[in-house]
């Protein structure tokens, strides 16, 4: 067929759009699959021991046995899919349990909500047992406080020596960090400070040698300047100690209006990463700052206020795409019981039943904002107690199983019809749903929620799903 465009007119075009496409691909390499830890755990650096982990996962399932020490009630005080139809009888619960052990996926096509619970418990016990912290942040900010510089500075020693002991001994979780202060006129120098003889004498320690997935948290930024200089500093450090060239890698906190909004009302959220350059690893949204930054009272200050969703908002459509990843703030209502027993002494029945009140009461406020911060699209979020570990991995377990059935069936059909639009059930689906659903998988799969064998029964194969890509795997199966 005879073209109107000469060969040389074709070509300066394809040449301006490869221009423009390559442009956009250096902004936008694609957000990564690799392994995202789901959670934060933030303690205060003083407190920090190097089997801290471990410790914390004994903690969580003392709490988990003392005030659910089965799926029923779990599931019941977290408000699982159902809960209410689980079985309070004991003889009932037990016969039921028995069942799932012998042949979950049997009563699973009959009793979904009891496999889901059983499935979640399960889970959550054995993940408790086995890698109960997937990150922790050594904390000098909020969670540890102003204290003297002498005093600082001996923690700040100390901590390293504990993460160098816990690199010696296997003991740290997979991903591990530490926080410093604020950059502010009035903490700069002690932040600067409390990094310095950190990582010196991790340095020292080590023989110039990083934890896995190490970094630098930047609390409380409000400008760019803020973070270049941090980007500066840990080059110098790197330079000095005997640190690998861009190994120690660092992450921001939207916690002020102006980390979203600057007074040129331009969006900082992308200023921030750019100035870190090539170091900027996440960012982190902060509810109660920028909630308190926002003027808004503390009687009202909450993980789903609407001011705290359109800051997220901000933050993943400035990221998407950049392999930045993005993490969710905290639930602060602790699951603490107000009475605790004498030593060797037991608490009595109302004073126990009083405990489980407060505690069930927090389980469901922390599950609800781990929910909420899922739904819209952060897969990452704080705890601060270990009375919460159980909540965040049953919610993450929750959010995938309870959609894994469903999401299946309709990734099969749209790889069985390949280019065709399918209908699954009363649900239309198109290409950008198709990408949504295998976003579901990959970012299952990165959690640990949805396993290789339930990936692989929807027909895809890990190729296809390492492509990342939809829209390729659809057009791979049609030039077949």
């Known amino acids: 067929m005879k073209l109107s465009l000469t060969h040389d007119e074709m070509a300066a075009y394809c040449g301006e759009l490869r221009a423009s496409n390559q442009a956009f691909e250096s902004h936008y390499p694609a957000d990564s699959f690799d392994r995202q830890p789901v959670h934060t755990v933030y303690g205060g650096a003083n407190l920090l021991k190097a089997g801290f982990a471990a410790k914390l996962g004994e ?11 089965s799926y029923s009630v779990f599931a019941r005080a977290l408000g699982l899919p159902r809960a209410d139809t689980l079985p309070t009888n004991a003889m009932e619960l037990a016969s039921l349990t028995r069942a799932l052990e012998a042949n979950p996926d ?10 889901l619970a059983f499935t979640v418990y399960k889970r959550v ?13 050594i904390d000098f900010e909020d969670g540890y406080g102003n204290r003297p510089d002498d005093e600082e500075d001996g923690h700040a020693a100390s901590a390293a020596d504990e993460v160098a002991k816990g690199m010696r001994e296997g003991l740290l979780p997979p991903f591990i960090g530490i926080r410093v202060k604020t950059f502010s006129e009035e903490c700069k120098q002690r932040s600067i400070r409390t990094l310095d003889i950190f990582l010196t004498r991790l340095a020292e320690q080590t023989g110039g040698k990083l934890p896995p997935n190490f970094i630098v948290t930047l609390p409380k930024v409000t400008t760019p300047g803020q973070v270049s200089t941090c980007a ?27 980390a979203i909004i600057n007074h040129q009302g331009e ?27 926002c003027n808004i009272t503390a009687a009202h200050q909450n993980h789903t206020h609407p001011a705290c969703d ?4 901000v933050m993943q459509v400035s990221l998407a795409g950049t392999g930045i990843t993005i993490s969710d703030g905290a639930t602060t209502s602790m699951p603490i019981g107000p009475h605790k027993a004498a030593k060797d002494a037991l608490l009595s029945a109302q004073k126990m039943d009083e405990n489980r009140v407060v505690v069930h009461g927090a389980w ?6 781990i929910m909420h911060s899922l739904r819209h699209g952060y897969y990452q979020g704080w705890d601060l107690n270990p009375g919460q570990l159980p909540v965040r991995y049953a919610a993450m377990d929750t959010f995938f199983l309870s959609s894994l059935q469903d999401a ?20 239309f689906d198109d290409a950008a749903t198709g990408q949504g659903l295998l976003n579901f998988f990959l970012r299952g799969m990165a959690c640990g929620a949805i396993t290789e064998q339930e990936v692989l029964a929807t027909g895809i194969t890990l190729d296809e799903l390492r492509s990342r890509s939809f829209v390729q795997i659809v057009n791979n199966r049609t030039s077949k």
Request: charged share 25%; glycine share 4%.
């Open 59 to 69: 903690v969580a399932l003392k709490t988990l046995e003392t005030y659910a020490p």
């Open 106 to 115: 049997q009563v699973r096509e009959t009793k979904q909500a009891a496999w």
């Open 125 to 137: 016990v054995k993940k408790l047992q086995t890698e109960p912290v997937e990150d922790n942040r």
């Open 232 to 258: 500066r500093i840990l080059e110098n450090l790197e330079a000095r100690l005997g640190f690998p060239k861009e190994s120690l890698k660092m992450e921001i906190m939207i916690e002020t209006t102006q």
């Open 267 to 293: 969006n900082t959220v992308p200023l921030l990463v750019a100035a870190a350059g090539s170091r900027c690893r996440s960012a982190i949204f902060g509810t109660y700052d920028y909630t308190a930054s």
């Open 310 to 313: 359109f800051a997220r908002h």
């Open 364 to 369: 469901k406020l922390h599950y609800d904002n």
């Open 408 to 427: 299946s069936a309709r990734l099969n059909a749209f790889l069985n019809k390949a280019a065709q639009a399918t209908l699954v059930g009363n649900t």
